[in-house]
C-alpha cells in the first residue's frame, strides 16, 4: 500500500493541526493505521493508532488528551487531530500500515510507511 501524509505546518503553542494520510494500491480497511514521529538523531517515537475497524485506538502517553485518530475507510484516509499543540510536539510525522491483528506501538512491526510530514510549534 502506498501512503501520503500530509498537512503539516507551522503553529503556535496551543494551536491545532489536523493531519491526513491517503492510501492507495490496496485494500485499506485490511490495516491497521499508526502515527510515528521523529526529529533528527532520535528514534521514531509512536504516536497513536487506530484498528482497520476504527473501534480501538491507543495514545502514547505524551498526546493522551491532545489528539485524536480517526478514519474513513470509504475515503482511504486516516486523520491525526493534534489540539493543544507544544514545542515538544515539532518533528515530521509518519503514516504507517499494518496488517497484523492487533495494533501495533513498535515502528518495526509497521509494514508499509509514508513520507513524512513537518509539524513545527512555535513558542
Known amino acids: 500500500v502506498q501512503l501520503q501524509a500530509f498537512g503539516g505546518g507551522l503553529v503556535q503553542a496551543g494551536g491545532s493541526l489536523r493531519l491526513s494520510c491517503a492510501a492507495s494500491g490496496r485494500t485499506f480497511s485490511n490495516y491497521n493505521m499508526g502515527w510515528f514521529r521523529q526529529n533528527p538523531g532520535k528514534e521514531r517515537e509512536f504516536v497513536a493508532a487506530?484498528?482497520?475497524?476504527?473501534?480501538?485506538?491507543y495514545f502514547a502517553e505524551s498526546v493522551k488528551g491532545r489528539f485524536t485518530i480517526s478514519r474513513e475507510n470509504n475515503k482511504n484516509t486516516v486523520f491525526l487531530q493534534m489540539n493543544s499543540l507544544k514545542p515538544e510536539d515539532t518533528a515530521v510525522y509518519y503514516c504507517?500500515?499494518?496488517?497484523?491483528?492487533?495494533?501495533?506501538?513498535?515502528?518495526?512491526?509497521?509494514?508499509?510507511w509514508g513520507q513524512g510530514t513537518l509539524v513545527t510549534v512555535s513558542s
Open positions: 487506530i484498528s482497520w475497524s476504527g473501534l480501538n485506538t
Open positions: 504507517a500500515a499494518d496488517n497484523a491483528p492487533n495494533i501495533a506501538v513498535r515502528a518495526a512491526l509497521y509494514d508499509y
